[in-house]
């Protein structure tokens, strides 16, 4: 295995696991302000937005400062990492619900 896909797969699930953490707290705290009130859509899009704003800004920090990382590994090992989390919380949403 290469140093560029290493790297790659390093970063890739750096930043997937950070961006699924980040997501799933504010899924979390939404549900808990659902509780006391009703949140509309609206609400919700400037946080969503700017948990999305942080993603992209550190796909471009990686870019600028790792230019050797091999892309579609990150790309892979990115997807991988956010799937995961939300996998298992939509398996035990799923598993309440019956």
Not at 3 to 27: C, D, E, K, R
Not at 31 to 44: D, H, S
Not at 54 to 73: D, E, H, I, S, Y
């Amino acid at each position: 295995m290469t140093l560029s896909i290493l790297l790659g797969i390093v970063l890739g699930v750096t930043i997937g696991g950070a961006f699924a953490w980040l997501q799933l707290l504010a899924a979390r705290r939404n549900e808990m302000i659902e509780k006391q009130q009703p949140v509309g859509i609206l609400q919700q899009v400037p946080g969503s937005m700017g948990r999305v704003a942080l993603l992209l800004m550190a796909l471009v920090v990686v870019q600028v400062v790792f230019p050797t990382a091999n892309k579609w590994w990150l790309s892979g090992s990115l997807v991988i990492a956010y799937g995961i989390p939300f996998f298992w919380r939509l398996k035990y949403k799923l598993s309440q619900a019956h």
